[in-house]
């Protein structure tokens, strides 16, 4: 574990070449939770990679199996840990064995507890109750300097929303009623934002959150 | 459902434990609301903020800090510097006057589609199972060969349901008339397009759905409040508000800004930067900070070396005149000319190790106001006449030695007046 916690991450842009961190496929293909859904493809998606491999040998997967799912409320036993790589954050999605139920652990690429809770904490926290429509819970976060947090890197606990991302329109995709379907529950969304607004409620939450 | 949790039962990590990390709690709370502030101020403020972030970096003594910078060449990190300063300039003429003084609202700025989650629908041909669904894959299978693809229903369901809305990182407060935008997946920006578009996208202007958007939301803001506020935001100008709030946060889509703005018709007659009767005191010396701060650094890193003294204000001024954005403005003139001709405000400050720093504090300056119509043109250039000599117009200035073994000689100055007059005197001394 210490040998994990002691390696830098590396900063983009990653030149494989000279990096002496593992590619993604060979510590998916290691000993552990990780399964992947497919090889990457194209260039960025190598320098994605990795990032994610970085912060996979870096984690401890003991942590991320028996401790991270108890902060989401209740016991989770969880089955496999699917890898998802995103733009700049790694998701590593938890099962709970025997069920449908999923969380997300969200890792940015870029380690940084300032910007962090900046530009990830606090965002999700402003809105975790504040609307009617769906949007990821936050159960939890860790900073990597924290030295409460075991897993050792900025990480999020969120719940995961189910469902598949919608595909980019074009003037004939997807047909027009659909498009209609959709436009009236982005209404909706608009709506929902706009009838409430920040207030000083707001900002004592908000503070009480980081005071908890 | 889980999210229903009683936040109780949960355990969130305990800052307290470390020093640094309750310093970032006090940053992190650090958020204002109305009605402390206004729209306007708002939208200056993410400029000063813009503009001090880049003078941080130009003026930064650690390489590492300056690294971005320095893979820019001189006259891209000064047209960048200048194009910021344009922008806050413009503030005044984007902003809805009628709704400065509206609430904040947090929204979702980042609406495109990958943010967008639905229930229950596939898309044919593409068999991406159970939980790879959300894999970044570079490759949206509809954009090739969309004519084909069709989303169908999956069974049981009538029609498609929104199941949630996803990357909320920029959801912070902003301004009614910042947030009234368009979502992303019907209008974008230009520099700030998806990064994975195959080179063969071609994208739709989409008016028809925009249309149809408007229509609806509009309809339902009738319902619910009786008037159209959002939806005639949206419909006026959004884009033009939405694309100076991004460019003032992200320098690739500030080239993009500046490109946009220099085709603009409106302004080809006149490509000044406008300070119009919104100049307040701030603006003063955030030109001049901006100017005195690329001066500094250009010097420190030998850039201009062979420009010293009077020539190198020349050399600003050439390029200023080059850009086609020399500030020029009625009320503002005497004071533009001022600052970049004379040598004193400008010139001293090359020999001190300066940082001109607008405070941030709460409150510190009130709503922005009209500059004194009677100091307008005004033969008599009088520092203690122009810059009343009130406690919340005063700004601090960190003025200090360059020689490192005075540093302990550093001195605030808390009026603007007094930062002024010690810039002459550095020049003049008494007795001198």
């Given amino acids: ?212 | 459902m889980s999210s229903e949790l009683d936040d109780n039962a949960r355990t969130l990590t305990v800052l307290d434990a470390n020093n640094d990390l309750e310093g970032m709690q006090q940053d992190f709370n650090d958020f204002e609301i109305p009605p402390t502030i206004t729209a306007s101020l708002w939208y200056h403020r993410l400029a000063d903020k813009a503009i001090r972030g880049k003078i941080e970096r130009l003026l930064a003594e650690d390489d590492a800090e300056r690294t971005e910078e320095m893979h820019t060449t001189m006259e891209a990190r000064l047209q960048d510097l200048l194009t910021l300063l344009l922008m806050r300039s413009l503030i005044p003429t984007i902003t809805v006057g009628k709704y400065n003084d509206s609430p904040f609202y947090i929204t979702h700025p980042d609406l495109h589609n990958r943010n967008i989650i639905l229930e229950g629908y596939q898309v044919e041909e593409a068999n991406i199972p159970g939980c790879w669904r959300h894999v970044w894959t570079g490759q949206d299978p509809d954009i090739q060969g969309r004519s084909s693809r069709r989303l169908v229903r999956s069974p049981g369901r009538d029609k498609l349901k929104l199941a949630g809305i996803v990357d909320w990182d920029a959801a912070h407060p902003l301004p009614l008339q910042a947030a009234a935008i368009w979502p992303k997946f019907l209008e974008t920006l230009p520099g700030a397009e998806f990064p994975d578009l195959p080179s063969d996208y071609e994208a739709s202007d989409m008016t028809a759905e925009k249309d149809a958007f408007l229509e609806i939301l509009r309809a339902k803001e009738v319902e619910r409040t009786g008037c159209t506020i959002v939806s005639d935001l949206i419909s006026h100008g959004s884009w033009e508000r939405d694309f100076l709030t991004v460019a003032l946060r992200r320098g690739d889509v500030r080239i993009k800004w500046w490109q946009w703005w220099k085709g603009q018709q409106v302004y080809t007659h006149n490509k000044h930067i406008f300070v119009q009767h919104e100049l307040r005191l701030d603006d003063v010396h955030l030109m001049r900070t901006g100017l005195c701060g690329f001066l500094k650094h250009a010097e420190n890193n030998r850039v201009i070396q062979q420009c010293q003294g009077q020539t190198l204000i020349w050399k600003i001024l050439y390029e200023l005149d080059r850009l086609e954005i020399l500030a020029i403005e009625s009320c503002w003139l005497p004071y533009a000319e001022r600052w970049l001709t004379e040598e004193a405000p400008v010139s001293p400050a090359l020999k001190v190790n300066l940082k001109w720093w607008i405070t941030s504090e709460e409150n510190r300056h009130p709503m922005p106001g009209a500059w004194p119509a009677s100091d307008c043109g005004s033969e008599e250039f009088e520092l203690e006449k122009q810059v009343p000599l009130e406690a919340d117009n005063s700004i601090r200035f960190m003025l200090g030695p360059e020689d490192e073994d005075t540093d302990d000689e550093l001195e605030t100055i808390e009026d603007t007046n007094s930062a002024l007059l010690y810039a002459y005197h550095l020049k003049n001394p008494i007795g001198g």
């Fill in chain 1, 1 to 212: 574990m210490e040998d994990r916690l002691s390696r830098p991450l590396p900063l983009l842009p990653l030149d494989p070449e000279n990096s002496e961190t593992a590619s993604v496929d060979s510590v998916l293909s290691s000993n552990g939770p990780w399964t992947t859904p497919r090889r990457p493809k194209d260039e960025t998606q190598i320098v994605i990679g990795w990032q994610a491999a970085a912060i996979l040998n870096r984690i401890d997967t003991d942590v991320l199996i028996h401790k991270v799912p108890k902060l989401a409320g209740q016991f989770h036993e969880i089955e496999h840990v699917p890898v998802i790589k995103s733009y700049m954050n790694l998701l590593l999605l938890l099962q709970e064995k025997g069920t449908e139920k999923q969380w997300i652990t969200r890792i940015p690429y870029h380690q940084s507890d300032r910007e962090f809770l900046t530009e990830e904490v606090e965002p999700l926290m402003r809105v975790k109750k504040k609307f009617k429509f769906r949007v990821p819970y936050l159960y939890h976060y860790g900073l990597a300097k924290d030295p409460n947090n075991d897993l050792g890197v900025d990480f999020m606990l969120l719940d995961f929303i189910d469902g598949d991302q919608m595909k980019m329109w074009t003037e004939t995709f997807p047909a027009w009623g659909q498009k209609l379907q959709v436009l009236e529950q982005i209404a909706d969304v608009y709506i929902e934002m706009f009838s409430k607004p920040v207030t000083y409620q707001d900002r004592l939450v908000l503070k009480s959150e980081f005071r908890a």
